[in-house]
């Protein structure tokens, strides 16, 4: 259950911000948090009970990884999914541990700044101040965002100057192999004016996550006509429980594009907003989901649109096996003065036994007359006649099952603005769906 108080003092928590040598900022930040976190409510995600939810116990509050000093020593599990040596602009976390980094010497040059966390710290303290936890989620917002600043271990920074594109993809890799580990990482992501990034992040596990936490925020923020692609593919153990908000703002002509892939095994609360601020900004939000076992997933996707002329796109399907349950919430809002918008989404569930469980909410909230708004939704259990003809040219249940999904997922998957997510999205989906 929810308990009043963190298993770590505010001593621990300045001890821990010292020996990393952060800015004095940072450190208050951290002990405002904790204590914020004794009075704020938790959150109140939709059709989803969270009193018998445990987002405070941890084992570890910092579980050291080894460091890397090439991609040779990187552990052979993540080789089927993550193609390192073709990736530029690689950041590798090893468990809570700043492992491996590796920049393309024009980025540098150009000024882009692609740093973990600790090394931005220490090195752009000002800089990530004015974007830290100041705008697209804050400390306050409620206890989980509390606990994020206060316990933050992990995470990237990512800075792109006025006119700069970064010609290869960024990468974040979180390797999770030390059952200790939990993981607070915070993503901050920040364009200027016509720059332009697109980035990718993994999260994998070779070993039980059980009794840890999974609590990661990221902000991404585009400047006027820039352009973000934010892909990602998570698959952390079941043991995890997790609470993760990936937000976004536009300013003027901007775009942020989502392609992610979640296929945690625990039980999650996943929120993905994009505030569509300046004027013609877009957002298109591409989501697949498998769940299993006795796994719940609740997952909102928001896109909220003030400027004029914004266009929101909203695409997620997914697959519940065994007993799993999921509550998908989709929700395109027009505000007062964002004429000339559009807002559309798709939302469909299969389910592949009887006690899965799937609920699809398409939410539209209009402020405004001159626009367009649409949405489709969908959820239903595999047809038995597609199983049957499979099983009868002599492929086995699981088999036929695998057939399906992957074909239930890849009108999503095919449509991934980021080919490299598109792979690893592939690979994680036989990975799930193969066990």
Do not use: C
């Amino acid at each position: 259950m929810t308990t009043e108080t963190l298993n770590i003092s505010e001593a621990q928590i300045v001890d821990y911000s010292q020996a990393h040598q952060e800015p004095s900022w940072m450190t208050s930040l951290r002990k405002d948090a904790l204590k914020q976190s004794l009075s704020l409510e938790m959150p109140k995600p939709d059709k989803t009970k969270l009193t018998k939810w445990n987002f405070d116990s941890f084992k570890q509050h910092e579980t050291k990884g080894s460091v890397f000093s090439d991609l040779t020593e990187l552990p052979k599990e993540i080789d089927r999914i993550i193609n390192v040596e073709d990736t530029e602009n690689l950041i590798i976390q090893h468990n809570n541990t700043l492992a491996y980094t590796q920049v393309n010497e024009k980025a540098k040059n150009d000024g882009v700044i692609i740093e973990h966390m600790s090394e931005a710290l220490k090195n752009h303290s000002d800089l990530v101040e004015k974007y830290y936890m100041t705008d697209a989620v804050t400390v306050d917002e409620h206890r989980l965002t509390a606990v994020h600043a206060a316990l933050m271990n992990g995470g990237v920074f990512i800075y792109v100057p006025k006119n700069v594109v970064v010609e290869h993809p960024i990468q974040y890799v979180v390797l999770h192999d030390d059952e200790n580990a939990s993981f607070f990482n915070h993503v901050v992501l920040v364009t200027e004016q016509s720059a332009e990034v697109t980035y990718v992040e993994n999260y994998l596990s070779t070993v039980s996550g059980e009794g840890n936490q999974l609590n990661i925020i990221s902000e991404v923020m585009a400047g006027a006509n820039s352009k973000i692609s934010y892909g990602s593919v998570d698959f952390l153990d079941k043991g995890f429980t997790g609470h993760i908000i990936r937000r976004g703002v536009t300013e003027n002509d901007a775009t942020i594009n989502w392609s992610l892939g979640l296929m945690n095994e625990g039980d999650q609360i996943i929120d993905n907003t994009t505030h569509l601020i300046g004027d013609r900004s877009a957002s298109d939000l591409k989501s697949v989901v498998v769940g299993r076992g006795n796994q719940t997933i609740n997952l909102t996707s928001q896109i909220v649109q003030y400027g004029k002329e914004t266009n929101g796109y909203i695409l997620k399907h997914g697959v519940m096996k065994e007993n799993a349950s999921s509550i998908f919430n989709g929700i395109g809002y027009i505000k007062h003065g964002g004429s000339g918008s559009a807002a559309n989404q798709e939302s469909r569930v299969l389910m592949l036994s009887e006690t899965a469980r799937g609920d699809a909410n398409p939410i539209l909230l209009i402020d405004e007359d001159d626009v367009e708004a649409g949405h489709a939704a969908s959820v239903g259990r595999v047809d038995p006649e597609q199983l049957y003809y499979l099983m009868s040219r002599g492929i086995s249940q699981e088999e036929a099952e695998r057939l399906v999904i992957h074909g239930f997922l890849d009108p999503v998957v095919r449509e991934l603005p980021i080919q490299d997510v598109q792979r690893q999205l592939r690979e994680v989906i036989e990975l799930k769906v193969g066990k």
